[in-house]
């Protein structure tokens, strides 16, 4: 690996619809994919944790 992939966390999301046409929003729990990088005591992470949080409860909200 080169340096700059060492500097990159990777970090997915997913939008689903089931057969009764409601939609699921997800993404990984910070704190499990912090520790994969070696990050899990970074003061970052929670605050991530929640802006995630609060991106799906907007996106998925019922207009």
């Known amino acids: 690996m ?14 689903r619809q089931d057969r009764a046409g409601s939609t699921w929003l997800g993404f990984p729990r910070m704190e499990r994919l912090a520790a994969d990088y070696g990050l899990q005591d970074h003061p970052v992470i929670p605050k991530l944790q929640r802006l995630l949080e609060e991106l799906v409860r907007r996106a998925g909200g019922v207009y």
């Open 2 to 15: 080169n340096t700059r992939e060492h500097d990159t966390v990777k970090l997915r999301g997913s939008a």
